[in-house]
Nanobody, 123 residues
Framework: QVQLVESGGGLVQPGGSLRLSCAASGSIFSIDATGWYRQAPGKQRELVTD???????NYADSVKGRFTISRDNAKNTVYLQMNRLKPEDTAVYYC?????????????????WGQGTQVTVSS
């Protein structure tokens, strides 16, 4: 019903920047909260940042001041600008979205995940 497609990952040197995108498509009425998670090898998936439909954002302490989340509601797309990247930022990054589905006569919300995009920070 709904697909989240991430892009923008890759290999970057420490101190560099990357911009991730996550585009949602399908039977979408609107997107509620959306965010980015990451999972490094041998570790649990963790919240990096999220943003409400009203634009209020929240960040993990480890990325505050370096990462910025933004969203384009008209395009159903969320972005993650990552600056001053560190080797410890290396992980698979996943987009998550709470979607209000297109329904007639009632409201239905579901959570969706993207397939993940690899970010590697290494010299």
């Amino acid at each position: 019903q709904v697909q989240l497609v991430e892009s923008g990952g890759g290999l970057v040197q420490p101190g560099g920047s990357l911009r991730l995108s996550c585009a949602a498509s399908g039977s979408i009425f609107s997107i509620d909260a959306t965010g980015w998670y990451r999972q490094a090898p041998g570790k649990q998936r963790e919240l990096v940042t999220d943003i409400t439909s009203g634009g209020i954002s929240n960040y993990a302490d480890s990325v505050k001041g370096r990462f910025t989340i933004s969203r384009d509601n008209a395009k159903n797309t969320v972005y993650l600008q990552m600056n001053r990247l560190k080797p410890e930022d290396t992980a698979v990054y996943y987009c998550n979205a709470r979607v209000r589905l297109l329904r007639v006569g009632y409201r239905e919300f579901k959570d969706y995940w993207g397939q993940g995009t690899q970010v590697t920070v290494s010299s």
